[in-house]
């Protein structure tokens, strides 16, 4: 079979001005018979991906992992965005939600979010994969694993009526 040369953009952010850096994947189908690159972690897996800044031109490397992808591309693009302050669970409601977005603004440098940056999130059950959009400004919000809160102690037995 043929390979496969038509690749997707994945990200749907709008073209930014010429040279301003933003987070963005494309990822296209393997064909069948086609040979992974040796830097592919999964080789028989059926989707390659890989960070394309739309504004310079940049590629990351191949990928097999979306995660990888997006952190590839937000490296290139927010050079500092590991060092950023980690966000509790986005709300799903509305309300909460609004006041989610506004704490995110309120901790992140200024112009962070308008430049389509990624937000720092924690989630604590999993549900690692990076979310396009879900950021205050439209960027990626990318999972951190944290260990779940410590349990508050067991309050102590009575021993007696009035003891």
């Not at 301003?20 to 592919?40: D, K, L, M, N, Y």
């Amino acid at each position: 079979m043929a390979k496969s040369t038509k690749e997707n953009v994945m990200s749907v952010q709008a073209e930014p001005p010429s040279g301003e850096c933003r987070a963005s994947i494309t990822s296209w189908r393997v064909e069948a018979g086609e040979q992974a690159p040796p830097t592919v972690s999964r080789p028989g897996y059926r989707i390659r991906l890989r960070a394309r800044c739309p504004g310079c031109g940049h590629e990351g490397p191949l990928r097999s992992e979306e995660e990888e992808a997006v952190e590839d591309a937000c490296d290139h693009a927010f050079p500092d965005w590991r060092d950023m302050p980690v966000m509790e669970p986005r709300p799903y409601e509305d309300a909460r939600r609004e006041r989610w977005y506004a704490a995110a603004r309120a901790v992140y440098p200024r112009g962070w979010f308008e430049r389509e940056g990624p937000v720092r999130e924690y989630r604590p059950h999993g549900g690692m994969r990076p979310l396009l959009g879900a950021a205050p400004g439209g960027g990626y919000s990318v999972g951190v694993a944290c260990e779940p809160p410590a349990s508050p102690p067991a309050p102590a037995l009575q021993q007696s009526l009035f003891g």
